[in-house]
């Protein structure tokens, strides 16, 4: 039955990339990322659920389906920006959502919230921009006992970079967790601001 529940929703990806024509790889359904369910069950225990936000939300597969007021859907894409905004609308969580194309590079996101979630595509920034980026996450945008959320995939030769936690967290105001995926051997990384 399940792998029934993943064709449908392949299906169904794949006519929604043809009415929003955004990327290929998003037609993938979460069933088949592990890490999706993991990190959806990681922010959905958290005490304080007030805002989170999804950099690199793709189609919002997890953002969606976490218990928060505010959410903030941030992708370079604004077509597949458009295709997660429809998607809210199967959403069974109510909340003040916000859509906006955002550059992790150039771009900076000034809002405070409880949690951050960047999986899935930091394997494409080097790695001096992206712990500058997440240090300005954690000095600026998150807020106390926050959660900043990413995957580590070791040795893949598919990635340009294969980041390392101690290269990126280099900081004493930080409780950081480890979770095992059991596929591509991703790592979720929990750093939580103490």
Known sequence: ??????????????CLMCIYRFEKWHTSPAENRDYVKNIIEILNKKKSRNSVVEIGCGLGDIIRKVDYKKKYYLDLSP??????????????????????VFDFVTDSFLHPVD???????????????LKNRIDVIVNDVLNESGFLIFDI????????????????????D????????????????????K
């Open 115 to 129: 949690a951050v979630v960047l999986v899935n595509w930091i394997h494409n920034i080097d790695p001096d921009t």
């Open 153 to 172: 995939v070791d040795e893949n030769r598919n990635y340009q970079f294969n980041h390392k936690i101690s290269d990126l967290l280099v900081r004493e």
């Open 79 to 100: 077509n597949v920006l458009e295709a997660a905004k429809f998607l809210t609308i199967f959403s069974k969580f109510r909340s003040e959502d916000s859509f906006c």
């Open 1 to 14: 039955m399940t792998s029934l529940v993943v064709v449908f929703k392949k299906i169904a990806r794949t």
């Open 174 to 193: 930080l409780v950081i967790r480890e979770y095992e995926c059991n596929k591509f051997d991703r790592r979720i990384v929990v750093a939580e601001k």
